[in-house]
């Protein structure tokens, strides 16, 4: 006979004991689809709809990306880096904040 020992912490369920089919013997109630940080839903399609902050923003349609308010280019939320708080615009580089902001000066 196989033992099953579960305990339900918020919001993980931690199954210990049993061999290989222990998970087959725990009650339904107690089996979760638990995600790390590294795992991954189906990815949101479309552009999301972002409130820019002073050093963070809050998403306020969900999206996989914004648009560079400058070239066009998708940029996925987690690599978004570069915004303007005042004009609610995000950018794809620092240069390319340059060039928004700084028109008539060249880079050298």
């Known amino acids: 006979m196989q033992w099953v020992s579960c305990q339900r912490a918020s919001p993980y369920v931690v199954c210990t004991g049993g061999g290989a089919n222990a998970a087959e013997q725990v009650p339904s109630f107690w089996r979760a689809d638990v995600l790390n940080r590294f795992d991954r839903s189906s990815p949101m399609a479309g552009e999301a709809e972002v409130k820019y902050l002073d050093g963070d923003f809050r998403v ?35 240069d390319i904040v340059l060039q928004r902001h700084f028109p008539d000066r060249v880079r050298r």
Do not use: H, N
Request: with cysteine.
């Open 60 to 94: 306020l349609r969900p999206g996989a990306f914004v648009r560079c308010a400058v070239t066009g280019t998708p940029i996925p939320l987690e690599e978004l880096k570069y915004w303007s708080v005042d004009l609610q615009e995000p950018y794809l580089s620092p």
